[in-house]
């Protein structure tokens, strides 16, 4: 057995991955310290959910073989919510062996019901792994996410693209879009009390399609914290972390700028 | 002929409204038969030949309506059995939502046969609201009428207690998503499986400890085999998905 874990109440991983279920297929790897989930076919953009094993009430993972491989998200978080939203089953989940289907085994916690379900995988070919934590190394905010969120509302929704700026000095980091309506811009002090992190290495300003960011406020709207990281290459990491009860799990989202450095 | 039907309860009101509406869901077309103890709802299947019901619905009269009055076609045959559209119906019976105080249906004459719904509103404390709307109705002759013939239960394989309707309702909705046919089994503790394959995924619910009210004695060839596979003795039965869909809505609304 490949990888089996079992979790009782995955309402939140169930919400967080039906939240970011923008393409068809994604990429689950277990690895050692958690599940990790990442969307398949996104081109400028890569979204991944990870689920750390003390989530699960039990997780096991064959710690030797490389385990990676693909299956249907919309069919999974399809099933993960099958008895509707009542009901709080607990679920196992289990791969055998490399080609094997993924195989969910769900009890309904108050009516005797069980569901099993078997679905297909399929190879990957285990591209580059480059990490790209590594390539947001120079500079980093952490934020709450309530108001994250609330502050790229603000900002004009027409406007297709955003500029954002990370400064040593006032006004620290600013988000600004300019579109049909005219001009908005935000301001964030790195004195602010929903500031807890603030490092700025370089002073850096990079230009995002809006509708790339905007994508990634639906499962804002379940996370605690917000860290934004930015390096040299204009690669903007948010890694957003979702608390439920005692537990914590993570979502990370990476987009590429549309050009360089320089207004 | 005549026919005149009134209802003055709320969760009857709701209950008719509901039936039309899943009704509307199965089919255009729908046969209304009328007797003097109970109304049929019977939905015939589109083949040609001896037609078979692929719905078939029965209302006790003294249970939905406070008034309830029928002539049928002659003294012997004291019924009425008339087609309509089960669209047109639904849409006026969804005025029942609202705040009724009564609702009346008949036969009536205008220009052609018809169906009249009368539905007072209770606008305000004084002043009432009518609603009055007619759906043309053909009324089928008798010779006719064996095609509507009530079916026969008795051949069934099994016959074993439903689980909760809500959540075969839930189960059902997210397998219409995956497939086109419902597998639905189950064997001699109680066990009864719905299942639905693609070649992605295969997915089965199951609900253990049902109650079994007859389980195919002498439909099934007993093999010689240990007791333990006789356990395992299933009946299964592969259907069309969107159409079993449609009955848990009406049940649990």
Known sequence: MLFCAEITDFKIIQNVLRSITMKDFA????????LKVTLDEMKCVETSAYIPKEMFSMYHVDTIENIIFKVNLKILVDILNIFGDDGNPNLKLSYNSEGSPLCLVMNHNEENITVDCEIRTMNVEDGSSISLAEECDLNK?????????ELLHRLDNNADEVTLKFSPDPPYFTLCCSGIAGESEVNISKNSESVRIFQCKVPLTFHYHFGNIRQILKVMGYANKVAISTGESGLLGLQLAINSDEKQMFVEYYVTSLYGDGD | MKFRAVITEAPAMRDFMNISLSLSKFSKD???????????FIISEEESGPRRPLVWCEL???????????????????????????????????????????FKIKLTNK????????????AGEIISRQVVHDIPVEVISRKHWADYEEPRFDDFHVSIQMPNLKAVRSIVEKMRNIGHSLIVSANKNGRLTLQTKTNIVSLSAHFPDLGIKSFAVGHITTTNSDDEDDVNQNVRSIVDIKKVSHVPVWATN
């Open chain 1, 27 to 34: 990429i689950l790897r277990p690895l050692a310290e958690g």
């Open chain 1, 141 to 149: 905010m952490v934020i709450d996410a309530n108001i994250l969120v």
């Open chain 2, 30 to 40: 729908c046969v209304l038969r009328i007797t003097a103890r109970k109304l049929y």
């Open chain 2, 60 to 102: 006790p009269v003294n249970f939905y309506f406070k008034e309830y009055n029928v002539v049928g076609v002659n003294e012997q045959y004291n019924e009425i059995y008339l087609e309509f559209s089960t669209v047109l119906l639904a849409r006026s019976l969804s005025i029942l939502k609202q705040n009724v105080k009564s």
């Open chain 2, 111 to 122: 220009e052609s046969p018809c169906l009249t719904v009368e539905i007072e509103l209770m």
